[in-house]
């Protein structure tokens, strides 16, 4: 049971948040699970993970190249693209094992805080206990969201930051704002620039491609999160 200030972590009836409203909320989870940034590092997704009560484990979901994990707000039995059944009981998470296996500890970690974020942003008070069998290619439901990374290069390149499902484009701006806290980020940001010699003005081409790679090497997160991050808090 995912909960929080005594409660089921809820925001139902209000599902949209302003974006300071998303960045304090943020900023909250992480110090309260025990996450200080007086310099920018990476933020731990397991830490977060354990404070809200989430149990995340890892499996083979899907032959897609994008797919990034599966979480459950209800409890239910997920069934694979290869036909594997995984019971999953409400705040489950698993991320795609393949994301370990390849090493892809930046994707492994942006999945943990999307899960997490909706877990956040749309578990439903009272939400059933019951089992709920689905498939993987089945449609999105308020009881469990399958999520993957394929659009977000088309969301960086599109002048609205929305351009996904209303519910994953706010579980990747609060995952963003999560493993991207606004404070230490724009201080790292602030440094490039300055060590640089450039304003946001200069931010592009080549330099926003070095201060991209620069900024996902200190926060260990991969470059397009790194990058619609920098666009979502108006570098870009």
Known sequence: MIKYDGKIFSLAGNPV????????RAARLLYESGQ???????????ALARYMGASVRYEYLSDSPYCLCAVALEGQTLRTQNGKA???SAGDIIVEKSLVDSGKTGWRDYAVFHALSHLYLHCRDGALTGQLSFDLTGTQSLRHYICGSGELADVLSDERLDSRDESEAQADAFAGALMLPKVVFKFAANRFMSEAGINRADLKGETVGKMTAALAEI???PEIIVALRLKKLLYL
Do not use: Q, T
């Open 86 to 88: 995984l019971v999953m």
């Open 17 to 24: 948040m302003a974006n300071y409203e998303m960045e304090e």
């Open 36 to 46: 200080r940034f007086s310099l920018p590092k990476k933020s731990d997704p397991d």
């Open 219 to 221: 926060f260990s997160a």
